[in-house]
């Protein structure tokens, strides 16, 4: 039971460089979701794939891009990371429809010096 | 622009007793309210969903209830335990594009 898998767990990046966080699951969902977590401000949404071929922005998408790779995979890219972008990461995946509940991986935390 | 409140952000008390947590929104035209749990280091895991027509869910302990005319919503934890101690959030759906909006949630530790 994987669930949602995200990797790396940890990184540290310099200002500057660039990283592709990875997301996959194995729960044959169509949609899947990246927030990023920070202290007092609860998750918000960066990006979302309602199905596979599709991505719409959500609440903060400006520095990331998205790839919907597959059914199963979804990633986040960083094309120059800034220090405003340390935070936790987190993908989501949910089936298609209304009410249906999102499942987390356990986050990437990212480090911007 | 919907907003949600959680309030207390951290909530202290002794084993057994029973709880409740609050959570509260701005816009009443949503889809559903959901309720997770966050432990420390880790993802977030769905607890109970409550859509816009339903009044409460169930589920063992904990007791979720929705009140859309006054913008709350309450998820109560009966004789609490230890391993109940995490953070507690609660996120309302639009029901478009599923944007959830979280709340910043209540940190809750059980004493033993």
């Known amino acids: 039971n994987a669930g949602v898998t995200q990797t790396p767990k940890f990184q540290v990046l310099k200002t500057g460089q660039s990283m592709t966080l990875q997301c996959a699951q194995d729960?044959?969902?169509?949609?899947m979701y990246w927030y990023r977590q920070d202290p007092g401000m609860g998750l918000r949404l960066i990006y979302y794939?309602?199905?596979?071929?599709?991505?719409d922005k959500g609440e903060v998408p400006n520095g990331y891009n998205v790839s919907r790779l597959n059914k199963r995979e979804f990633s986040l890219r960083l094309e120059s990371a800034a220090p405003s972008q340390t935070s936790v990461y987190f993908c989501?995946?949910?089936?298609?429809?209304?009410?249906?509940?999102?499942?987390f991986g356990d986050g990437t935390r990212l480090s911007i010096l | 622009k919907q907003e949600v409140t959680q309030i207390p952000a951290a909530l202290s008390v002794p084993e057994g007793e029973n709880l409740v947590l609050n959570c509260s929104f701005t816009?009443?035209?949503?889809?559903?309210l959901q309720w997770f749990r966050q432990d420390p280091g880790k993802g977030l895991t769905s607890l109970l969903l409550?859509?816009?027509?339903?009044r409460e869910q169930t589920s063992g302990r904990l007791n979720a209830s929705l009140d859309k005319s006054s913008g709350r919503s309450t998820l109560y934890i009966a004789a609490s335990q230890p391993g109940d101690s995490a953070t507690y959030l609660c996120?309302?759906?639009?029901?478009?594009?599923?944007?959830?909006?979280f709340g910043s949630g209540t940190q809750l530790t059980v004493l033993p």
């Open positions: 996120a309302a759906d639009p029901g478009s594009a599923r944007q959830l909006t």
């Open positions: 729960m044959n969902h169509n949609s």
């Open positions: 816009d009443s035209a949503i889809y559903n």
């Open positions: 794939s309602a199905s596979e071929g599709t991505t």
């Open positions: 989501a995946s949910s089936r298609q429809g209304a009410n249906q509940p999102q499942h």
């Open positions: 409550i859509q816009s027509s339903q």
